[in-house]
T-cell receptor
Framework: DAGVIQSPRHEVTEMGQEVTLRCKPISGHDYLFWYRQTMMRGLELLIYFNNNVPIDDSGMPEDRFSAKMPNASFSTLKIQPSEPRDSAVYFC?????????????FGQGTRLTVV | SQQGEEDPQALSIQEGENATMNCSYKTSINNLQWYRQNSGRGLVHLIL?????REKHSGRLRVTLDTSKKSSSLLITASRAADTASYFC?????????????FGKGTSLLVTP
């Protein structure tokens, strides 16, 4: 398997624009996580899915953020409208059976810059 | 919410020396995991230690867990320049978030030749 695949790797956008980040989890994994990493706040869990269903979205900072998982092989994180403070690296991760007993596999991340 | 907190924030050593990083957490856990992140890359899992385990080894890595003190340590023996990276501990809380990992801010390790 190619691992968790995220696209794009880099995104530069202007304030107010819509941004969509994409993730393809490892085939067969039933958990998918979205994290945001900044120098100030470290790695923050935004939302996670189990079998395509959102389980906990309490980490989503504002209503400007939304995430979907239409099927087992694809998820999106959308920011609309984007703001400069959204600039961060966004990671997607997946795991089999949750992280109670197993590891999470991370993608390479999307570096988002909002100017 | 962040659960694990690593200490020190930064560590600089020479090749061949041992590196020790510590992690403290706040609530009951199912397990504690350590991850590594090279600059500009995603996180890579290193080792998982369950709440009923006290020590675990993997190659040059040794992890200890003290649930009474809510702390863990990661020891890298005979360090190499290639070990230069950030190291994160992550805990799996028993409540609320259920099966998601909460990460600390990491320890930045620099190993010089």
């Amino acid at each position: 398997d190619a691992g968790v695949i995220q696209s794009p790797r880099h995104e530069v956008t202007e304030m107010g624009q819509e941004v969509t980040l994409r993730c393809k989890p490892i085939s067969g994994h039933d958990y998918l996580f979205w994290y945001r990493q900044t120098m100030m706040r470290g790695l923050e869990l935004l939302i996670y899915f189990n079998n395509n269903v959102p389980i906990d979205d309490s980490g989503m900072p504002e209503d400007r953020f939304s995430a979907k998982m239409p099927n087992a092989s694809f998820s999106t994180l959308k920011i609309q409208p984007s703001e400069p403070r959204d600039s961060a690296v966004y990671f997607c991760a997946s795991s089999l059976g949750g992280t109670v007993d197993t590891e999470a596999f991370f993608g390479q991340g999307t570096r988002l810059t909002v100017v | 919410s962040q659960q694990g907190e690593e200490d020190p924030q930064a560590l600089s050593i020479q090749e061949g020396e041992n590196a020790t990083m510590n992690c403290s957490y706040k609530t009951s856990i199912n397990n504690l995991q350590w991850y590594r992140q090279n600059s500009g890359r995603g996180l890579v899992h290193l080792i998982l230690i369950r709440s009923n385990e006290r020590e675990k080894h993997s190659g040059r890595l040794r992890v200890t867990l003290d649930t009474s003190k809510k702390s863990s340590s990661l020891l890298i023996t005979a360090s190499r320049a290639a070990d230069t990276a950030s190291y994160f501990c992550a805990t799996d809380e028993l409540a609320n978030s259920g099966y998601a990992l909460n990460f600390g801010k990491g320890t930045s390790l620099l190993v010089t030749p």
